[in-house]
């Protein structure tokens, strides 16, 4: 992966005292690729992610950028949104946006400009003189986003950029997440929002017990699981699900007034499980789709666990430290 | 970015950011405003004092001036002359004069007890007149009266080498150290705020993903450092305006190596205690906690200043020479020695030495605490901890 662009985590291991936070993260975001960060609580993202800005130096793994070690210099081109927003109450939105540009190493005029750019992107132009404290929490976090941005850098590091958002807010942040992955900005996002990351990014890794447990694009994680979620549609309501019980591996998932779905294995025979219901009622709607990202995610982490019983407390939580 | 960029950023925004503040700019008026009270003040609360003279009969001629030449130079006489002795003694009793000179009666009438001073000078003004007058009927010349008034020469001599200066010189090391300590106070407790604030709102995060934690605490210490002095000497301007249209203050006429090594020193302690400030800031992760720490924190500096107080008459005592050679008691120490006792320059320049050092390491150590105990939350972090987890972090 030498001549890789973009951001590759290597092998990255983290011990706080008796806790490994992290045991061995490995995964690559490119340049021009939205990659959605997902694990439970605790399951090392954040550290991840502080490894990634240089603000903790792991007990062993790199982390490399265009294929070169990260260091100072080429973190200045990295923007970062930690989990938990810091910025100053009672400074105003453009200077405060404006400082951390010339931080990164912008020139004032140059910071200034990008800060009213951004700010008026995200949609506060109007507040610029405003201090960061008389806003909504929304719009915090959109001040966040915004220094996150201003020095136009070439990977954004975001940690849970979308909780706490109303969905408006919600969906302006992903259009602009979008724009800048086409403009070939790297992005690596962490979320517990499932839907959101399926919605909008075509690959994820999953982490668990400081380990990646599953990475690479959704449909493929999708299809790759051994079970389906079939979805079948009558012309009326109160069929019942008799006829499915002669279906082989079939579990009932939800059923509700004329729609039934089932989890049913990935080589079941359509043709046979068709007729089956044909049999039952008239069927509207037949469908027999991939389990949804949920499903990948809580399988991952569920197998995970299971290794990570027997490593001790291994998956005990990096902020545990507090 | 250069380190002097990053430092000169962060110190921009603290000057930028303070100076905006309310809090700030109010505090800065009340002091202003009792700087000023302080120097124009004194005019009212002591004015000049007025002796009244009261004289029966005819004021001979000469008595007022002769008087006046007696009396202090803050000291108003008036004469005023009364027909009778008793128009005069109703005066007196009224409390309009304080005494009443009656020299048909050869009598110096008081209310209550006879006065010492102002009895001797009335006395001596009367002797004078009356031996001009005792002269002229014994038909002296003017030139005989001269030549018969001259007083004998009478110059003060001392035994042992006296400092005139000597009084403005020690008020200028207390009042000094006094400023010193109050403006680290404040303006140390403006950084703790600070780099309390930064953590607990966890800015600190980003702002360390692109700054050094030593060159961001420097850049808080030399920002609000510079505010601390340009304050302190928007004050003394200000104290020194309105005592002289006042005219209660007259500059002390100390040297200016006096005045140089006394804010030179200043400088280097605010810096020390500044960074110790931003070191114990780095340790709590509460606001509430915050002021727990101040007190260790100038703990050497109180101590010191008692010591130094209580030997500013023997300023290069052993123990002064050790205190001005500490870093953290020479700010203090030292000055006090220029200005009262005689340090060798060597002393000066080891002294100075001592403090960059100090300062220099401790940004370096008080950022590895920043850094290290920025990822661990909760209680009070202690120091050997978060210099171990400063490891885990670059510094």
């Known amino acids: 992966m030498a001549d890789h662009t973009g951001l590759e985590v290597d092998a990255l291991v983290k011990r706080f005292d008796d806790i490994t936070a992290l045991d061995g993260v490995t995964f690559a975001v490119e340049r021009g690729q939205l990659v959605g960060f997902l694990g439970p609580n605790g399951a090392g993202k954040s550290t991840t992610m502080r490894a990634i800005m240089g603000l903790l130096r792991p007990d062993r793994g790199a982390v490399h950028w265009d294929g070169a070690p990260a260091d100072a210099g080429t973190r200045r081109r990295f923007g970062y949104m930690p989990e938990e927003r810091g910025l100053y109450g009672r400074m105003a939105l453009a200077d405060q946006v404006a400082y951390f540009a010339e931080l990164a190493g912008l020139s004032r005029a140059d910071a200034d400009a990008a800060a009213r750019r951004w700010l008026g992107e995200l949609g506060l132009g109007d507040r610029l003189r405003d201090d960061v404290g008389a806003l909504s929490h929304g719009n915090q976090q959109r001040v966040q986003l915004a220094v996150a941005l201003a020095h136009d850098p070439d990977l954004l590091v975001l940690d849970e950029p979308f909780s706490g958002l109303d969905p408006l807010a919600a969906e302006t942040m992903q259009q602009l997440l979008l724009e800048r992955v086409h403009a070939g900005t790297a992005v690596l996002f962490s979320s517990h929002q499932l839907d959101m990351v399926e919605e909008l990014s075509r690959d994820v890794v999953i982490v668990d017990g400081g380990r990646v447990v599953a990475a690479g694009p959704v449909e493929q994680l999708r299809a790759a699981e051994p079970t389906r979620t079939l979805v079948v549609s009558f012309d009326r309501p109160g069929v019942g699900t008799t006829w499915a019980s002669a279906l082989p591996g079939t579990t009932l998932l939800d059923a509700d007034d004329d729609r039934q779905s089932f989890q049913v294995p990935a080589d079941l025979d359509l043709g046979a499980a068709l007729t089956l219901a044909a049999g039952a009622a008239p069927v509207t709607r037949f469908s027999f789709e991939p389990p949804d990202l949920s499903v990948v995610f809580h399988n991952a982490v569920t197998r995970s666990g299971g290794s990570r019983s027997s490593g001790g407390d291994s998956g005990r939580s990096p902020e545990g430290v507090s | 970015m250069s380190a002097a960029r990053a430092i000169g950023l962060v110190a921009r925004r603290e000057v930028r950011e303070r100076a905006r503040s309310k809090g700030f700019r109010i505090s800065f008026v009340v002091v202003l405003l009792g700087v000023v009270a302080l120097a124009v003040l004194p005019k009212y609360i002591n004015p000049t004092t007025s002796t009244d003279v009261g004289v029966v009969g005819t004021v001979p001629n000469g008595f ?35 005494v009443l000179w009656d020299p048909s009666a050869g009598q110096v009438v008081w209310k209550g007890d006879p006065q010492a001073t102002l009895g001797a000078q009335v006395r001596a003004a009367a002797t004078q007149v009356q031996f001009e007058e005792n002269a002229t009927a014994l038909g002296l010349t003017p030139q005989q009266q001269q030549q018969l008034a001259t007083p004998p020469t009478m110059h003060d001599r001392s035994l042992e080498p006296t400092d005139s200066e000597e009084g403005s010189r020690a008020a200028l090391a207390v009042g000094g150290t006094i400023v010193l300590f109050g403006a680290i106070s404040m303006f140390g407790g403006f950084v703790l705020t600070g780099v309390v604030t930064e953590k607990t709102s966890r800015i600190a995060e980003v702002l360390l993903s692109q700054v050094k934690a030593s060159h961001l605490l420097a850049g808080k210490v030399l920002g609000i450092g510079s505010l601390a002095v340009a304050e302190l000497l928007a004050l003394g301007v200000a104290l020194l305006v309105a005592g002289s249209v006042a005219d209660t203050i007259s500059l002390p006429e100390v040297g200016l190596p006096s005045v140089l090594s006394t804010v030179g020193f200043f400088v280097l302690g605010f810096a020390i205690y500044a960074t ?58 030292m000055p006090l020695r220029i200005v009262t006792g005689d340090p060798g320059a060597l002393e000066v320049v080891a002294s100075v030495v001592l403090c960059l050092a100090f300062i220099w390491v401790g940004l370096v150590l008080a950022g590895r605490v920043y850094a290290g105990a920025l990822l661990r939350t909760g209680n009070r972090v202690r120091v050997r901890d978060a210099l171990r987890a400063a490891d885990d972090v670059r510094g």
């Open chain 2, 64 to 98: 007022e001036q002769v008087l006046a030449s007696t009396a202090s130079d803050d000291d108003h006489v008036s004469v005023t002359s009364y027909p009778d002795t008793a128009a005069g003694e109703k005066a007196l009793d009224d409390g309009d004069i304080d």
């Open chain 2, 276 to 333: 110790l400030y931003a070191a114990a800031g780095s340790l709590v992760n509460r606001q509430e906690d915050a002021q727990a720490v101040t007190f260790p924190v100038m703990l050497p500096m109180l101590a010191t200043y008692l010591v130094a107080l209580s030997s500013i008459g023997s300023p290069d005592s052993p123990l002064m020479v050790a205190l001005s050679l500490f870093p953290l008691s020479s700010p203090v120490a």
